[in-house]
């Protein structure tokens, strides 16, 4: 271990250590982080911090490996302790830390109201064209919008994702969370992907501040989607080249409440992706959401 940075807790922390520089009232640097050496954190002496100041104790056995609830209470009530980043291991032992922002001065300053807006449907049903309808609606009236599309997460945070029934599950948590996040920053954030399973969307849902979850169900039949086909997937479905997919071999459960129904008439007019939009913006307007 080459030194330890100790970020206090207070501004007003002073050291009376020895070995650490002589003088008995110096200040921590401006940045708010003491430096210790690695020459002063010596194997017999444990170090214990309190608002006031460092005071040395009797020797200890200290390893870099210990708690550091205990020897420093003053700068947190509870630290993580040490895990796997990419392992299976939870953190334990962490404190949310509060923002001096919170998410009603964000929504203030953008005169809007953060949610998630989640286009669910089976593939071909016509959810990113909505949501591309969607978001340049709300662009067009000044509101901040994001879409997280789900092929195009695929490319990146979901890469490592397969689309068996543990990695769909695994796919749509990490949307959800990352959805709530831009509905906390005061985004509407528009999610579109297929989440086939009730119990996912439902998993989302709950992450979320009761009505802030607006479920959108693309009602359009399976032969009209597969009739579009415009991945050409259906035609591989059919053909056994692909395996688990949504609507031939995997079943799809359609919401039970949601929010907002978008059905196939067969009407031009009606089932256009600009209207669709309309009909979702209607939803956010009577429910306040276009408004700080």
């Not at 001096?100 to 016509?126: A, E, F, P």
């Not at 089932?271 to 009577?286: H, K, T």
Request: charged content about 25%.
């Amino acid at each position: 271990m080459e030194g330890l940075a100790i970020r206090a807790s207070r501004p007003s922390v002073f050291c009376s250590t020895p070995g650490l520089g002589g003088d008995s009232h110096r200040k921590p640097p401006s940045d708010g982080f003491l430096k210790l050496p690695a020459s002063s954190i010596a194997a017999d002496r444990k170090l214990v911090a309190n608002s006031a100041s460092f005071h040395p104790v009797s020797a200890v056995n200290v390893s870099v490996q210990a708690s550091l609830t205990a020897d420093f209470p003053a700068l947190s009530e509870t630290i993580l302790k040490e895990g796997r980043i990419n392992g299976k291991e939870r953190a334990e032992n962490i404190v949310w830390h509060e923002s001096s922002i919170c998410r009603c001065d964000r929504q203030q300053l953008l005169q809007q109201k953060g949610c998630v807006v989640w286009i669910t449907g089976l593939s071909g049903s016509g959810k990113s064209t909505v949501a591309c309808a969607l978001s340049k609606a709300l662009f067009e009236r000044g509101k901040l919008t994001y879409t997280l599309d789900g092929d195009n997460v695929r490319h990146g945070l979901n890469r490592d994702l397969t689309f068996k029934t543990e990695d769909r599950t695994e796919n749509i948590r990490r949307i959800g969370e990352v959805a709530k996040l831009f509905a906390d920053v005061g985004v509407i954030c528009i999610a579109s992907l297929i989440s086939p399973y009730r119990r996912d969307r439902d998993a989302c849902r709950s992450l979320l501040p009761e009505g802030d979850f607006v479920e959108v169900f693309m009602d359009v039949p399976l032969h009209v989607c597969e009739s579009r086909d415009p991945k050409g997937l259906y035609k591989l479905a059919r053909a056994g080249k692909i395996k688990g997919f949504t609507g031939i071999d995997d079943p799809y459960e359609a919401p039970v409440n949601c929010e907002v129904v978008l059905k196939y008439t067969g009407d031009d007019d009606s089932c256009s992706p600009r209207q669709m939009a309309e009909n979702i913006i209607s939803y956010l307007q009577n429910k306040g959401y276009l408004e700080g």
